[in-house]
């Protein structure tokens, strides 16, 4: 077995390979070539609960197989411990048999950012410049290197909670990324000069207001998986033209699921997943003024691909730290 940590991640999964194979995923997925169970929650103790994501397909490289596995303790703060811990599985699709154990947290943020890049191929304006970042954490960073990797982004702004990190994120994304990177002066004026909005935070509450979003932006949400929780306020949804991840987020998200629980908007207001986007079956941006939305809440999917993706370029290129099980 095949043991790749997050170095070797970071380094085999280069953004614009993973964004192709996951609308290669997506295609395979429309056409029912792929097998994605309803993920598995399960209560462990008062604060733990484990996450099973399992899933099948066949990929470019190969059958494949595999499953995630996220541990959620809200208590392990004061451990001094992270909250999540993440670890993938991968199998030969063909035999069963271990391939690989791939560290959980890196592969989850390249899938996630790799997936809002492959839904702005089809719903961001193709001349987007100004990227505006709200969150300056871990996902946030694969937001941008995956972003940028596809769209012609000349500038990034920065909102966060935290002046201090916020202003540590630009410093380390310019150099990453090779673009001015800087910390908002003006929120308000920011997203309204804004052609993509990306939301990758933990707040429970609205951090993106509506009204501010000039005509033509895309807007991407990828920081509230809850049905409680929302980064975009009922505005932003009413506006936009929207779109999702896959169907279940609709109610499993609640930048979604509450404002059509209070009737702002219906469930029709969601107008296709991101299998529809890929294969055509529906229209992504229909005109230049139009405002639009993408919703992610995770798909097994993208972590099975990228999985796969990062496997076999390990192999190939001599990676990774091979154990005997």
């Known amino acids: 077995m095949l043991i790749l940590g997050r170095a070797d991640l ?4 280069e953004p614009r390979a993973l964004i192709e194979a996951l609308a290669a995923a997506f295609a395979a997925h429309a056409a029912g070539r792929t097998r994605v169970p309803a993920r598995t929650v399960m209560p462990v103790t008062d604060d733990g609960t484990l996450l099973v994501m399992p899933a099948a397909a066949a990929t470019a490289e190969g059958p494949a197989l595999g499953t995630k596995l996220v541990s959620v303790y809200t208590g392990n703060g004061g451990r001094g411990l992270p909250t999540i811990h993440a670890t993938y599985i991968l199998l030969d699709g063909e035999t069963g048999a271990p391939l690989a154990l791939l560290e959980g947290e890196s592969l989850t943020g390249l899938r996630t950012g790799a997936t809002s890049a492959l839904a702005a191929r089809h719903l961001a304006r193709p001349d987007s410049r100004r990227l505006v970042c709200i969150g300056a954490g871990w996902q946030a960073g694969f937001q941008l290197l995956c972003l940028a990797a596809l769209l012609p982004i000349a500038e990034v702004a920065v909102i966060g909670r935290d002046p201090a990190r916020a202003e540590a994120f630009a410093t380390t994304w310019t150099t990453r990324l090779g673009l001015p990177v800087r910390v908002a002066a003006d929120r308000v004026a920011a997203i309204a000069a804004a052609d993509v909005i990306t939301c990758a935070t933990t707040s429970p509450t609205p951090v ?31 506006r936009t033209r929207v779109f999702v991840d896959q169907p279940g987020a609709i109610e499993t998200a609640g930048d979604l699921a509450i404002p059509i629980e209070r009737g702002v ?50 192999k190939a290129q001599g990676r990774g730290r091979e154990v005997t099980v």
């Open 10 to 13: 970071e380094a085999l999964l």
């Open 208 to 238: 993106l207001d509506g009204r501010r979003l000039a005509p033509g932006a895309h807007v991407d949400l990828v920081g509230a998986f809850q049905p409680t929780a929302r980064e975009a306020d009922d505005e932003t949804i009413r």
């Open 265 to 314: 908007v219906g469930r029709s207001h969601v107008v296709g997943d991101l299998a529809q986007l890929v294969t055509g079956a529906v229209a992504g941006r229909t005109r230049p003024q139009e405002i639009t939305l993408f919703k992610s809440v995770g798909f097994a999917l993208e972590d099975l691909v990228a999985a796969r993706l990062a496997y076999t370029r390990a």
